[in-house]
């Protein structure tokens, strides 16, 4: 959530304001306020729901279940600094620029964590689909927390460079952790650019390529129920793709910002301008993209009849864990009854067809 309003010191040093001070500190404070507020209000309570429903009444969880915890953590963990983020947007940043660093890091480090579960959720579909078998095979083998220890040092390891770069700034009283501090333009292009890669186009690329796979075989699928939870997963993957393209584009500008400035002043302080005020949808939106997920699951949760001992969506999950290949066994032993019912034809035709052969060949040995 970065802008460019760049200022270029003796040292060199390039310093980035997330947000245009001019149009955020006067008439959108209150919208930004009450959009932040209401995601909060919304998000929190809904993914405390999701993190509880699935650790207190699911005792067998599927993979894809075990994945939506994670991304609920990582939810809640991005919606508790609403909060602060609201009172300095009111006032001011007064809890200084250590915590600002943190705050922002535990920021970015959920966003890279949440966008690499969706794409492993996704993954994890497709080869459930289209593989179940590797796909029971995979999980008999407990690789997941593996899997997911790797991911999250990941998550982690590329929002360092957050750490030197955030800092606060402002007039007294009116500081503000909301900016940026690069030592050259180099630095900002490389990590803006690693952040536009890895946190956006290279998932997103996997993500078309998995349901791209994925449509050809759904319409062929044999449950409903297998459908159903690959249009949930499908749905978090959307949203969560709208909801940070603003930020990515944003920092796309950055990068041509960065290229054209020197022969072409009018031009990047146009983009600029426009950059400043895209900033601020972009920057709710990211926020808005953490209490979507419990709506989601909610509206899901619609079509299971809820009842004094189990609510829509402990149906929900359950029914997700149910018709993962390797949790639930309806679906594989259909597939295994199938196959084997193959296999059993072939070796009939096999008992039948060898010894028709073998009266042929005595056949000829008795006219000989």
Known sequence: MTQNHSINSPQSTRLE???????????????????????????????????????RHLKKCSHTVVLILHLAVADLLVL??????????????????????ATVYV?????????????????????????????????????????????????LLFSVP????????????????????????????????????????????????????LCSRIAQMNFKSKRKSTGLIASVVVVFALCWMPHHVGNMLSLIILAIQEYHHEAADRLESF???????????????SSVNPLLYVFAARSFR???????????????????????TKELYFMTKKQSSSQMQSISSLCITEPKEQMDVQCENCSS
């Open 17 to 55: 304001p997330a947000m245009d001070p001019d149009l955020e500190f006067s008439g959108g404070t209150a919208a930004a306020s009450v959009i932040l507020g209401l995601s909060f209000l919304v998000g929190a309570p809904g993914n405390l729901l999701v993190i509880w429903t699935i650790l």
């Open 80 to 101: 508790i600094t609403l909060p602060v983020w609201i009172y300095s947007l009111a006032r001011s940043w007064v809890f200084g620029e250590a915590f600002c660093k």
């Open 107 to 155: 920021v970015y480090s959920c966003m890279y964590g949440s966008v690499f579960l969706i794409t492993l959720m996704s993954v994890e579909r497709v080869v459930a689909v289209r593989h179940p078998f590797a796909s029971v095979k995979w999980r008999k083998k407990g690789s997941l927390n593996k899997v997911l220890l790797i991911l999250w040092a990941m998550a």
């Open 162 to 213: 957050v750490i030197p770069t955030q800092v606060v700034l402002g007039d007294p009283g009116e500081e503000q952790c909301l900016y940026r501090n690069y030592t050259s333009n180099v630095e900002e292009a490389g990590i803006v650019l690693l952040e536009t890669m890895v946190g956006f186009v290279g998932p997103f690329f996997i993500l078309v390529v998995s349901y791209s796979c």
């Open 275 to 289: 950059k400043a005020t895209m900033t601020f949808i972009a920057g709710a939106l990211a926020f808005i993209s």
């Open 306 to 328: 809820s009842s004094l001992r189990e609510t829509g969506i402990q149906k929900l999950f359950r029914h997700i864990s149910s018709t993962a290949p390797g949790e639930g």
